[in-house]
């Protein structure tokens, strides 16, 4: 009797389980496809008054639904290629000598981008921060910022991605 019961529970489940899938897995709508529309990216950063106690990042990703960017070059910073590094940061250290500005562009078209700003001036002199971001050549984002010391943490994201 006890064997019985288990066996009409198991095939109940059973059943259950082939009606889930086919009511939830096999309806006629398809889901749409992904946006074939990518995006060209060309990011321009500028840092005035930054020192060795500041702490400065501008970060940028890019990439593709299908992970295709990995393995594959990304970007260039001032013309110079970065190898396959989707991700490239240009830090306050890069500010400290005589480049001011430093314009990041993608090698190709991708999915989607983003970047990163986060600037603290821990002292001394007011830092003046000044960043573009030009989407398939049409300007998105421009942007100043003067961070006085002492005045905490300064961070924005921006995301970007194919219409």
């Known amino acids: 009797m006890g064997t019985k019961k288990a066996k009409n529970i198991v095939w109940g489940l059973c059943l259950a389980a082939v009606a889930t899938f086919t009511f939830t897995g096999c309806s006629k709508k398809d889901d749409p496809a992904p946006s074939a529309n990518k995006i060209t990216i060309k990011y321009t950063v500028t840092a005035t008054g930054v020192s060795e106690m500041d702490n400065l990042d501008f970060s940028a990703q890019a990439g593709n639904h299908d992970a295709s960017q990995y393995g594959a070059p990304v970007w260039k910073v001032n013309g ?9 940061v240009v830090d306050d250290k890069k500010f400290l000598g ?28 007011t830092i003046v921060l000044t960043y573009k971001a030009e989407i398939n050549g049409q300007v998105q ?22 219409q």
């Open 141 to 162: 984002t421009n942007e100043t910022a003067t961070i006085v010391a002492g005045a905490g943490a300064y961070s924005k994201n921006f995301t970007y991605k194919g």
């Open 98 to 125: 005589s480049t001011k500005t430093y314009v990041l562009e993608t090698v190709k078209a991708f999915d989607f981008g983003s970047l990163h700003v986060d600037c603290t001036n821990m002292d001394g002199e």
């Open 80 to 88: 110079d290629g970065q190898g396959n590094q989707d991700n490239v």
